[in-house]
């Protein structure tokens, strides 16, 4: 168990449709970081929050949003969904920011049909 | 973007053999991580890698982090048939400040041999 928390475990939902995916983080750690996975473009990083504040940006989508709140959990918001946001979504967090290893919940896997 | 080049892409193993596997880059890593995924679950920190040179063991798995900080390898030894999943190399730029998403390799899938 890596303290991670994350629900759904599993979304189906249909295109054109939002959907909320949420994580809470290791006990003390203030970093957020979101991961999509796929078969065709493997573990890609989304987006990262620290003690609130996006911190970094990866190839996220305009019709993707996070946010982290004062609690630390964070939530990824994605929106008018199309047949190809299918995958896995990973959120993964660390005690700080920078050279510190991540650790993953077990995603969340969102299927649009 | 930046790519992490992990080989082999699969392999399989007979109990008791040694694996090894390996990830290159073209640009310059400040860190590398190695994770194991099983299915239905996420990946899981094997071994973390911080210095340039750097051998760290965890158990029967060995890592280390390339001279040239542009490749790092893992090596598992004695497999056992828990041993069977996806392996996964990842690295940190320097992108100084507390930024620190991962670059993720495509992957190692390790499997029984029938």
């Known amino acids: 168990d890596s303290g991670v928390t994350q629900t759904p475990k599993h979304l189906i939902t249909a295109t054109g449709q939002r959907v909320t995916l949420r994580c809470s983080p290791r006990?003390?750690?203030?970093?957020v970081y979101w991961y999509q996975q796929s078969l065709d473009q493997g573990l890609q990083f989304l987006i990262q929050?620290?003690?609130?504040?996006?911190?970094a940006k990866g190839n996220i989508l305009e019709r993707f949003s996070a946010q982290q709140f004062p609690d630390l959990h964070s939530e990824l918001n994605l929106s008018s969904l199309e047949l190809g946001d299918s995958a896995l979504y990973f959120c993964?967090?660390?005690?700080?920011?920078?050279?510190?290893?991540?650790?993953f919940g077990d995603g969340t896997r969102l299927s649009i049909l | 973007g930046q790519q992490l080049n992990q080989s082999p892409q699969s392999m399989f193993i007979q109990e008791g053999e040694d694996v090894s596997m390996n990830c290159t880059s073209s640009?310059?890593?400040?860190?590398w991580l190695w994770y194991k995924q099983d299915p239905g679950e996420g990946p899981v920190l094997l071994i973390a890698?911080?210095?340039?040179?750097e051998l760290t063991s965890n158990g029967r798995l060995t890592a280390q982090f390339g001279i040239t900080r542009k490749d790092s390898f893992l090596n598992i030894s004695a497999s056992i048939p828990s041993d069977v999943g996806i392996y996964f190399c990842?690295?940190?730029?320097?992108?100084?400040?507390?930024?620190?998403?991962?670059?993720f390799g495509k992957g190692t899938k390790l499997s029984v041999k029938p």
């Open positions: 993964a967090s660390s005690p700080g920011g920078g050279f510190q290893p991540q650790h």
């Open positions: 006990s003390g750690d203030l970093s």
């Open positions: 929050y620290y003690n609130g504040e996006e911190r």
């Open positions: 640009s310059i890593f400040n860190t």
């Open positions: 890698l911080y210095k340039a040179g």
């Open positions: 990842a690295g940190q730029l320097d992108y100084g400040g507390s930024q620190g998403n991962l670059i």
